[in-house]
DNA sequence: GTTGACATTCCCATGGTTGGAAGGTTGAGT
DNA sequence: ACTCAACCTTCCAACCATGGGAATGTCAAC
């Protein structure tokens, strides 16, 4: 199988497969005589399993220590409980943080009346120290993370 | 002010004083005969309006409008208010999609044992295709985005 | 033998932020 | 005057996942 029947195979782009071989998350592929990449059915059930991995929020770091895991028959299921529920508690505490963005931006915009008039409360709370009231209670604690922005 | 007086009465490091400057977030600083940037209170107010729009989860781009329809005094309420609104439903959208995450592998978790015996639901379930109940029902759209890293 | 659909490598970009290196400036203490 | 620490400057690289594109090579079918 070349690169591209495994990417279709798997759901992950050939781009995608190149790259998790280059940081070391996929061993290095086969190579035909050509120098062309080819997969058996071995490597296409991993790259799902990769996906599904992803897909469910599993970092690649993760996902390293989860394939280890997974190849390992001896290796008792705690750990992968273990790695499951940091992951999980992780994402809770995003979505708590999200949350209370959410809910104070709600806040805000229904203080807002959105016509034509020049005043706004919104821009007000995020001018002013003093206009603030719950907004910056919720917000100002340190939770900004990098790259939550919405794809497209 | 030089930079760093900046940084600690804005609360933006002065790392990041400058990058804005750089993506011309904030226009260029002053300089100093030794081409040290100073900064004003007018400055500083603006680093702090910033700083709340990032803690508020507002991408660089969107508190570039907010900057301009901040510093219109003749802008309606209206355009605030939809960028407001427009960027609440992002981040609606993104919590839904970390829910459904945590949702199917939290049903996950709870299937495992986590004992020392190495047979785990968890893991089977991300490599089978057929162990994929709700949990791939409840994962496979098109929802990962980049970056959901969680910081340290 | 040409064409089209593949493959390869390499570099660049995104988003926000941080880190470091290598070097110049400032101000205070000796 | 000299030194030292604390500041500043620029540039470059990294994180993470992903995609775009260029330049080039290969394989199949017609």
Redesign the interface.
């Given at each position: 199988m070349n690169i591209g029947e495994a990417a279709r195979a798997s759901g992950i782009s050939a781009k995608m497969i190149r790259h998790y071989e280059s940081i070391g998350l996929i061993p290095n592929a086969g190579r035909s005589l050509s120098g062309y990449r080819y997969y058996d059915k071995k490597n296409i059930?991993t790259l799902?399993?990769i996906r599904?991995?992803?897909?469910?929020?599993f970092?690649a770091e993760q996902i390293k220590k989860?394939l280890s895991?997974?190849s390992d028959?001896?290796?008792?299921?705690?750990e992968?409980?273990?790695l499951?529920?940091q992951?999980?508690s992780?994402?809770?505490?995003?979505?708590n943080e999200?949350?209370s963005?959410?809910a104070?931006?709600?806040e805000?915009?229904m203080h807002?009346?959105?016509?034509?008039?020049?005043?706004?409360p919104?821009?007000k709370?995020?001018?002013d120290?003093d206009t603030t009231q719950e907004?910056?209670n919720s917000?100002?604690k340190p939770?900004?993370?990098?790259?939550?922005?919405?794809?497209k």
């Open positions: 059930h799902r399993f599904r991995a992803r897909t469910a929020g970092s989860l895991l997974w028959q001896q290796r008792p299921a705690r992968v409980k273990q499951a529920e992951h999980l992780q994402l809770k505490e995003r979505i999200l949350k963005m959410a104070a931006l709600s805000l915009i807002c009346q959105g016509d034509d008039r020049p005043d706004c919104i821009l709370s995020l001018a120290e907004f910056n917000l100002n939770s900004i993370r990098h790259g939550q922005s919405l794809k």
